[in-house]
């Protein structure tokens, strides 16, 4: 058993730091292209299934309420948590509309939004990111290194593993870094 945590957690260090590494101006540019949206009047919607439904919610309240220090509330909301509208999309019209619809109606022209799909090909998340692009809004993908996410996103953050548990620590790992650059970016100077 050691061998094997130990062997996990070395992948998930690997993967992370390397992901990391490469992608420091992007981060940047993400965190930039965030607090600028936020300071305008903008807001973020973040999407996602599964471990990442779950992943959009746990960085809507990181905005919401606050990651590293004492600030004013942020604009962020996650369209994986209203069991009414996800459930009456689902079944008046189908699952893979059950974010289009959200970003049809409350997403506006220089929002973000951030699509986590560790494939890069959710249908549900496909749809919405399109529609949002449309729309004027501006596409923040976390994905692996395939699928479609990569192609429509103004930035994509594309984590270099197959293994899905990796790409999720990854993506929440990243989510934490932009929360805390855009804290800063906004509130510390």
């Known amino acids: 058993m050691e061998k094997i945590i130990l062997e996990i957690l070395n992948q998930s260090v690997k993967v992370k730091q390397n992901f990391i590494m490469e992608n420091i101006a992007l981060i940047e540019k993400g965190a930039i292209m965030m607090a600028k949206a936020l300071k305008q009047g903008n807001k973020i919607l973040l999407i996602g299934n599964g471990g990442s439904a779950a992943d959009a919610q746990h960085i809507a309240a990181e905005f919401v309420n606050r990651f590293q220090m004492e600030r004013k509330p942020l604009a962020a909301i996650a369209l994986t948590t209203d069991t009414s509208i996800i459930t009456s999309i689902g079944n008046d019209y189908s699952f893979d509309d059950i974010f289009l619809k959200q970003v049809q109606a409350i997403g506006k022209k220089q929002d973000i ?22 729309m004027e809004l501006k596409i923040i993908g976390m994905s692996g290194t395939k699928g479609k996410l990569k192609k429509i996103s103004d930035i994509a953050f594309c984590i270099d593993s ?26 510390d100077g």
């Open 113 to 134: 939004i951030i699509c986590l799909s560790t494939s890069g090909n959710s249908l549900n998340v496909i749809k919405a990111a399109l529609e949002a692009k449309s």
């Open 162 to 187: 197959k293994i899905t548990a990796r790409i999720q620590e990854t993506h929440i790992t990243l989510a934490h870094i932009l929360c805390d650059l855009t804290e800063r970016i906004l509130f």
